[in-house]
């Protein structure tokens, strides 16, 4: 009994806290997009370089290595993108 009372003088004093954005999130928030926008770019000239260089052993009749580039370049692509829909959803965002 007297703890409940104790409870509700201590709980009276305390505010309830607005949340604000911790300093610096803006420019966080901006380097990610940087971020985010470097990794679909890189992955984008990756996959036209490959491209370029799929035509050029196709052409030249050598070894044929491109293909592993495609792949990967996809594969990259694929988890670029797919990170920031994950991390959308573990953040509720």
Do not use: C
Not at 17 to 34: D, N, V
Not at 50 to 71: C, I, L, T, Y
């Amino acid at each position: 009994m007297i703890l409940t009372a104790v409870q509700e003088v201590v709980l009276a004093q305390v505010s309830n806290p607005t949340p604000e954005a911790p300093p610096l999130a803006g420019k966080f928030m901006q380097l990610l997009h940087y971020g985010t926008w470097f990794a679909l770019l890189s992955g984008s000239a990756a996959l036209i370089f490959a491209g370029a260089r799929f035509g050029w052993e196709k052409w030249d009749n050598g070894r044929v290595e491109s293909p592993k580039m495609v792949a990967g370049a996809l594969i990259g692509g694929v988890v670029a993108t797919s990170a920031g829909t994950l991390m959308n959803s573990v953040l509720g965002s």
